[in-house]
């Protein structure tokens, strides 16, 4: 049936000149590389998979690494069905939707926004402040001015969908003890034919957080990293882990010693199990992908699912879990 996400997806698709493959089907115009090499992209969740085929079209375009995972996380901050990415994501316990991002490029420069409201896109925001500012991030009303300056137009967040599930949540949580119940972020890392790398993170974060919580997705080496050298890893779950841990920035520098991304990614979470105490609801997912275009997602629990379009094949897997 052609339900609403895909209606949404296909005109967001088209705004910006692509097409979305079906999952595990050849992409007409794919750039022709041979087999297990690069290009190469990965991301997190099911949603990864219309923002994989929105980054691979501006590869097969020609356009640089940073515009693709710009453009591929920009489909899930669009999409109003993703309750933990941008718009229709859901609220803070007071009501707020607040965005967190970061990017990356090739030549190591970062930038980064948090507790970002009333703007569609904050992974292009956290661009501009790393290309057109001195700083890695901006946060809160500085962040919100800043982006006005440049350009961005407020807009609301907060869907009828999900002001309905804050709503309910309302009358049956206590007040001032929020649950968080979505931590779906996108994160993406890409590599293009030439070898270069980047990478993009945006979230909404947990839902009914309270006011002013800012997870690991705009946090360089917590949500996102990438070394040109080496590679890159990305995180989503439960922030305040990958946050004291690092889980990102480990999972490179376990790669720098030769470790595969699936190894990387195993012992980051192994790190995270060792040093801090988990409670049974609590998810972290890593992704990562080698300088030579080797993929690898891993899960601290089952149910993680992360994306990989490589030879112009869109797949979506199932990651292996740690616990």
Request: aromatic share 4%; with cysteine; net charge neutral.
């Amino acid at each position: 049936m052609y339900n609403r996400r895909k209606f949404l997806l296909s005109s967001l698709a088209a705004s910006i000149g692509i097409s979305l493959p079906l999952a595990g089907k050849p992409i007409a115009g794919s750039p022709r590389i041979r087999a297990g090499s690069r290009p190469a992209i990965i991301s997190t969740w099911n949603h990864g998979l219309a923002a994989n085929a929105a980054a691979w079209e501006q590869l097969a375009a020609g356009r640089s690494v940073l515009d693709a995972v710009e453009t591929g996380v920009r489909v899930s901050e669009a999409d109003p069905d993703v309750t933990s990415v941008g718009f229709g994501g859901l609220p803070d316990s007071s009501g707020e939707v607040t965005l967190d991002a970061c990017i990356m490029n090739s030549a190591g420069d970062a930038g980064a926004v948090a507790c970002l409201k009333n703007i569609l896109h904050p992974i292009s925001v956290a661009r501009l402040v790393m290309e057109e500012t001195p700083h890695v991030m901006l946060v809160g009303e500085g962040a919100l001015e800043f982006a006005m300056r440049n350009g961005f137009q407020k807009a609301n967040l907060l869907t009828p969908d999900a002001r309905k599930v804050w709503e309910k949540w309302k009358k049956t949580q206590e007040a001032g003890k929020p649950v968080g119940s979505g931590h779906d972020t996108i994160g993406m890392v890409a590599l293009d034919a030439g070898g270069d790398l980047a990478g993009a993170c945006t979230t909404s974060g947990l839902s009914f957080k309270l006011p002013g919580r800012v997870g690991d997705s705009p946090i360089i080496g917590a949500g996102l990293y990438v070394d040109n050298e080496v590679g890159g890893a990305a995180a989503t779950g439960v922030g305040e882990l990958v946050m004291k841990t690092l889980g990102s920035f480990l999972v490179v520098e376990m790669m720098r010693t030769g470790i595969s991304p699936e190894e990387a990614c195993r012992m980051a979470l192994e790190r995270i199990a060792e040093k801090i105490p988990l409670k049974s609801d609590m998810q972290v997912g890593f992704i990562a992908i080698s300088k030579a275009g080797e993929t690898a997602g891993y899960g601290l629990r089952k149910s993680f699912e992360y994306a990989v379009i490589k030879e112009g094949r869109n797949q979506l897997l199932t990651a292996s879990a740690l616990l």
